[in-house]
């Protein structure tokens, strides 16, 4: 007979019982009716029931409830205090009142849980670095939602907790997107601040940027480097713009503010925040798939990776703020959610709101909404319901329309470098397209082989012991190295959108040094490049080369970076030199059969900076192995939407090529270094092994359990003490080892504790019983009851399960264990860690990199 105990609360003077019999059992004496007092399920501690008391059945799903009332005058009846208040007190004519009716069912829970508020503070919660259960927290939502829903009817105030409860969702990812919206703005403006304030500054107003300092000025042309309103850092000290001595001064100046912001960033993280630093995506990513990182979503990572990443950004290191911004959504997700108990109290619902959180943080880093949904369904997110696509497009929406109004960039687009291109692509550019893919492919794999490289050399040696130091000398390297360059002093973001843009009368840089006129700005004739366009391009070969090995060292240093931004402009910087020489070629042999007489015409039928638009995403595609939210980012990033076709091309060539020289993009390398148990949902298992060769302990060892009504509360908790399991199976009996449910390890000690502070007579002798007692209980202290913290339905599978099997049940139901029986008797425990650890092993990687259950 299978029992599922209903909790009670029940009043003084007042002695009750409830069973639970599974639908179109035998209900006769000693059969599992209400007579056979064998089959009920004590839930209390006490007299005993009245024999004959009537019964009421009440249906509920499969199982049929029943209720038992008796009313007694002994005040000294214990009630067991850990369960919840689920019904009345007897009316005052002695009549029981039915316990058993509408409301009952709700009570059943999935896994002993009541269905709105926990009495125990922090039963149904875990541990920092532990693995949710989203069975079980699912399971709560629905029981705590079916109760919602039964009691609107009963009053206004419940309807209108009902409607509350509706809408709270969309409610909290319409705050998000506000938040976000408004913090991006402040980050965006800070960082273009801070950035042009190593350079100079306007005296009018220091809180302008160069540009802004520039909108107040009466000449007629703006030209950026010859602003008169904008003083440079040489003409505040009284020196000419060309001199050697100015030189000097603008060269210390841009170093000293380098290692002014760099220092003040990572000593604000090391201080007060040390998860803020990084990008987060890898930790999100973990997150999302149901691992726990308290603090790393707090109020304090969130005020620190803010102020941090404007430092860190304006300091010049090879790093964005795409990344981090991220980050600091899933922070903002995660604080406002608490708002919404709904959502705050349970991991698997709050996973909803990260997940909308991401997408918001993606579109204001991009100006790219439908982008930043497909990138945390594609990239980051773990559990994505149509309910959550919905509300992270809202979410994205609501970031992007409050980041336009903000206007940061100061102009009429939302997209973060805007391009207008005027000609179509030739079929014939297919061939360089892929190119890019390929080269794109390649500079990904040795960024991520060398970065990793570095990372596991930071980990283990005394480096990793002085990062503040760390981000001092890399910063100092990198102004040292990078500001003789035109192409590596600039802010990045500038340089990609030099990269990208087609050369026009307003574009005066040497790549665009032509010998060609400009009589319609539509029309572009064929010439031929000058000598500046050459020695440009040999500046950003080496710009290449530098960014390539700044980036290596700079991701993983202790400050807020990200990888978006450098990854497209090591992308856009070969793109650019392919399509010059692309275009060229079309110059020289317009005739030719490659051009396929494309190019016969006056017209420049190349545009290079769709190459390096290419390119980029070819490079950002092999970095991080995103395919359809990269596509999609990049045209919204560029507003170029005719040029789909040659971005998929390029990035499905880059992701082939990644795939062949490296197994894993830079978050799920950075993933494995850091020993998350992440169980990626886009690889297969492919080994023969079965649940016997994985499970713990092993064949002949001693498995840890508890027995249901057989041990006493010193006996668990010196179990406890003795083990650093997390959870514990409950047996009928160390003999038979039938199996009964599973209990926690935190709730089993909070439970134990909160008895112990609150209840009466309850000694290291007391009997603790999961379910009810198979035998008559000896005399003593009273028995503790722990029935509803139990989980009466763990998931099981059987010895001779395939692993692969079960490592699908891990990835799409979000186990955290999984028992093991053979033929109804308990052999072992699976968890998460274990399936990490034998995937490891069979792979020939190190099994005890997984640091975490």
Known sequence: MERFPLKAHIPKMATTYQSVYKKGSNTGNGHGGPSGDDDMVNIKTGPQRAADTPTTPTSHGTFQLYEHGTRYSDASATCCDLCPKMMEESNEAGETVPLVGDDVGDAVMFSGLPGEADDIPGIGQYEDFHTIDWQRDIARDRMRHRYIVKKRQDSIWDLIKGAHDAWSGWVCVLLVGVCTGVVAGVIDIGASWMTDLKFGICPQAFWFNREQCCWSNDEITFDRENCSEWLTWPQVFGESRDSTGAYIISYLFYIAWALTFAALSASLVRMFAPYACGSGIPEIKTILSGFIIRGYLGKWTLIIKSVGLILSVSSGLSLGKEGPMVHIASCLGNILSYLFPKYGRNEAKKREILSAAAAAGVSVAFGAPIGGVLFSLEEVSYYFPLKTLWRSFFCALIAAFILRSINP??????????VEYNKPWKFFELIPFVGLGIIGGCIATIFIKANIYWCRYRKYSKLGQYPVMEVLVVTLVTAIIAYPNPYTRMNTSQLIYLLFNQCGISNTDPICDYQRNYTDLNTIEKAVAGDKVYNAMWLLTLALVLKLVMTVFTFGIKVPCGLFIPSLALGAIPGRIVGIGVEQLANKYPKSWLFSGECSSGDDCITPGLYAMVGAAAVLGGVTRMTVSLVVIM??????????????????????????????????????????PFLDSKDEFQHTSLAADVMQPKRNETLSVITQDSMTVDDVETLLKETEHNGYPVVVSKESQYLVGFVLRRDLNLAIANARRTLEGITGQSVVIFAGPTQPLPPGPPPLMLTRILDLAPITVTDQTPMETVVDMFRKLGLRQTLVTHNGRLLGVITKKDVLRHIKQMDNEDPNSVLFN
Request: net charge negative; aromatic share 16%; hydrophobic share 50%.
């Open 409 to 418: 960039f100061g102009n009429e687009h939302l997209v973060l470098f805007y």
């Open 635 to 676: 045209f919204e990033l560029t507003g170029g939407v005719r040029y789909i076709v040659p971005l998929m091309a390029a990035a499905m060539a880059s992701k082939w090529v990644g795939d062949a020289l490296g197994k894993q993009g830079i978050y799920d390398a950075h993933i494995a270094l850091n020993g998350y």
